[in-house]
Structure formats: C-alpha cells, structure tokens
C-alpha cells in the first residue's frame, strides 16, 4: 500500500487530480458547470478555466470537465473493485439508451451520456473514466456497451485483468 502512495506522489493522475480541484471549487462555479447543456459552453464560464489555471485545455477535455459534477470519485483503494460505468448502468438504465450514445455522433453522443450518468450518480474511477473520456472513440463507446451486457467480465478485449 505504502508503494502505491508513493507512485502517487510521484505520478498524480491528472484525471484525479482535476475532480479534486473540481470538488475545492465553491458552490456557485459547480453549479454553473452543472448547467451548461453542451461541451461547448464551457468555454463560457469561469469554472472551467479555473480549473486549468496552469495551461490552456483543447477540446478533448471539455468532455471530461462535463461529466465531472456527475460522477463521485470512488474511495483511495477501491479504484481496482470499482464497477466500470457501464456495468453500473446494468438494471438501471434502458438498453436502447446505452446504444444510442454509441451510435450517436459528437456532441450529442457525450450530451446523451451525460444524461445517463445525471440518472444513475455513479462512483468511478477517475483515472480510468477521465482516460476514457478523453479519448472517447468508437471502441471507447463500444466498451461501455459491452460493460453494460456483461457486466460480470473483468477482462477487456485483449483478455487482461482491468
């Protein structure tokens, strides 16, 4: 454990990093990151360049930062038990919505999944959700989907313990 906090400390996960700099925000600029209705309008308020006071974010992190106010952190030491967010969405979310995102096309495929994550408030792991997020391309979405059926698998595609 001690060897895990230590490459903590070493390599902080920027996606960690950015929900705890999210959650040190007062009430108003997280309520107004709550409100915007698209990616896009981020650029709109303070809160989002607050929360990159260092450099100046490109788009691939609009979609982390409006996920944000809608998924809680999971427990330090529970990021490798913590259900993926598609096997959270099993039995609490209508099928045909979970494939929509996936065939939906940019922004309104995040715009969706937002929408999803607003009805079932899970707990991730940041490291990973933000990763994939940020990336968000078709096998991303296609990986949530398939979390959703088979929700039991612990192995990705390439048969590695994730």
Not at 137 to 149: A, G, L, N
Request: with cysteine.
């Amino acid at each position: 454990m001690a060897g895990s906090q230590e490459k903590n400390k070493k390599n902080p996960d920027v996606y960690t990093d950015l929900y705890h700099r999210f959650m040190a925000l007062d009430n108003g600029l997280k309520a107004a990151l709550r409100r915007v209705p698209e990616p896009e309008e981020l650029r709109d308020t303070a809160a989002f360049y607050r929360l990159f006071y260092q450099a100046r974010p490109d788009d691939a992190w609009l979609r982390v930062v409006f996920l944000l106010p809608w998924c809680t952190q999971c427990k330090e030491g529970a990021e490798n038990i913590t259900p993926r967010f598609g096997t959270q969405m099993a039995g609490k979310v209508n099928e045909m919505r979970i494939l929509q995102v996936a065939r939906a096309k940019e922004p309104l495929d995040i715009i969706q999944f937002r929408r999803l994550a607003i009805q079932i408030r899970p707990i991730v792991d940041w490291a990973r959700l933000g990763k994939t997020l940020f990336y968000w391309t078709r096998e991303d979405k296609r990986s949530i989907v398939e979390d959703f059926y088979y929700p039991q698998s612990n192995y990705n595609r390439k048969g590695v313990r994730s």
